[in-house]
C-alpha cells in the first residue's frame, strides 16, 4: 500500500524560507518520478514541481525562480526548498506519485498535505 507523508509546514514571514518533505513507503521509490502541487483556499490544484526517477526537474509557473526540488532515494524522500516566501505562496503543499519513470504523469496517490502559511 502507498503511503506519501508529507512534512515541514508551518508559519513565517515574507521573505523566510522552508523545506518541505515527502516521504514514500510501499513502493521502490528511486522507479518513480514525483510532483509537488499546492492548493489555496477557492483556488485550483496548480503545479509546482516535478522530478522524475533519473533526477530532472521541471517547474511550473509557480515554483520557478524561488523553489527547488531534489530527492533523496536512499531516505524514499523528496523535498522542495522555498525561498524567499510571499503570500501569495500560502497554501496546502500535497506531494503525488508519478505514473512512470523518466517522465512525470500525475498518479493517483497523494499525500495529505502541509499548511504553508506567509504572512507578516
Known amino acids: 500500500q502507498v503511503q506519501l507523508v508529507e512534512s515541514g509546514g508551518g508559519f513565517v514571514q515574507p521573505g523566510g524560507s522552508l523545506r518541505l518533505s515527502c516521504e514514500a513507503s510501499g513502493i521502490i521509490f528511486s522507479t518513480y518520478a514525483m510532483g509537488w502541487y499546492r492548493q489555496a483556499p477557492g483556488k485550483q490544484r496548480e503545479l509546482v514541481a516535478v522530478i522524475t526517477a533519473g533526477g530532472s526537474t521541471k517547474y511550473g509557473v509557480s515554483g520557478q525562480g524561488r523553489f527547488t526540488i531534489s530527492r533523496d532515494n536512499a531516505k524514499n524522500t523528496v523535498y522542495l526548498q522555498m525561498n524567499d516566501l510571499k503570500p501569495d505562496d500560502t497554501a496546502v503543499y500535497l506531494c503525488?506519485?508519478?505514473?512512470?519513470?523518466?517522465?512525470?504523469?500525475?498518479?493517483?496517490?497523494w499525500g495529505q498535505g502541509t499548511q504553508v502559511t506567509v504572512s507578516s
Open positions: 503525488n506519485l508519478g505514473r512512470n519513470s523518466w517522465s512525470y504523469v500525475a498518479g493517483d496517490d
